[in-house]
């Protein structure tokens, strides 16, 4: 069964740093590009940020460029989001969720067919 | 990227069909068949429903069913039922190598 667990949501103060966790099971983690999206409180879904299965391709939306940092562990099959500077605006739960298609070697998923149930990420001094 | 447009609120009696709409541009929408949508219930993580403008995944019924004609695309739910009550997204992929989604409609299952 496929399962994708968040972690390391919580509360930091604006210009602070935190680092988000989404664990894998089920699948060959290695062989999916995964993605992070983002819903802030009562609003509505945003793609933050995709890593193809290597590792080698990385995007980020223009909210986050700079500012965010994605990466995995193949061996360890986690996906992270590392988030500095943070602002009031990136208030919100964090889905890490997984490409429909299998061995996609670059390029953003047009569809994710997998997500973890999210973690909190509150931004506020 | 501007978010695509979508209702606010649709509604619709059980067995009735409804229609939410997905505007967008030509470089999103309108430059490839890679709509998606995705149902959202109070508290839970987004389903995926349609994928490429009008492919169901396994397990979702085929009351659901999209389309796209130039820079809109369209998810129709047919035989409404109250478990269809929800937020539905929908998604694109764009030209800048990217994906913008829709501001998000809330079904109302009357």
């Known amino acids: 069964e496929v399962q994708l667990v968040e972690s390391g949501g919580g509360l930091v103060k604006p210009g602070g740093s935190l680092r988000l966790s989404c664990a894998a099971s089920?699948?060959?983690?290695?062989?999916?590009?995964m993605i992070w999206v983002r819903q802030a409180p009562g609003k509505g879904l945003e793609w933050v940020s995709s890593i193809s299965g290597s590792g080698a391709f990385i995007y980020y939306a223009d909210s986050v460029k700079g500012r965010f940092i994605i990466s995995r562990d193949n061996a360890k099959n986690s996906l992270y989001l590392q988030m500095n500077s943070l602002r009031a605006e990136d208030m919100a739960i964090y889905y890490c969720?997984?490409?429909?298609?299998?061995?996609?070697?670059?390029?953003?998923?047009?569809?994710?067919?997998?997500w973890g149930q999210g973690t909190l990420v509150t931004v506020s001094s | 990227q501007s978010a695509l447009t979508q209702p606010a609120s649709v509604s619709g009696s059980p067995g009735q069909s409804i229609t939410i709409s997905c505007t967008g541009t030509?470089?999103?929408?309108?430059?490839?068949?890679?709509v998606s949508w995705y149902q959202q219930h109070p508290g839970k993580a987004p389903k995926l429903m349609i994928y490429?403008?009008?492919s169901r995944p396994s397990g979702v019924p085929d009351r659901f069913s999209g389309s796209k004609s130039g820079n809109t695309a369209s998810l129709t739910i047919s035989g409404l039922q109250a478990e269809d009550e929800a937020d539905y997204y929908c998604?694109?992929?764009?030209?800048?190598?990217?994906?913008?989604f829709g501001g998000g409609t809330r079904l109302t299952v009357l």
């Open positions: 089920g699948f060959t983690f290695s062989s999916y590009t």
């Open positions: 490429d403008v009008s």
């Open positions: 969720a997984r490409d429909l298609v299998f061995g996609r070697i670059r390029g953003v998923p047009h569809s994710t067919d997998y």
């Open positions: 998604t694109s992929y764009t030209t800048s190598s990217t994906l913008v």
């Open positions: 030509s470089s999103d929408v309108g430059a490839y068949d890679y």
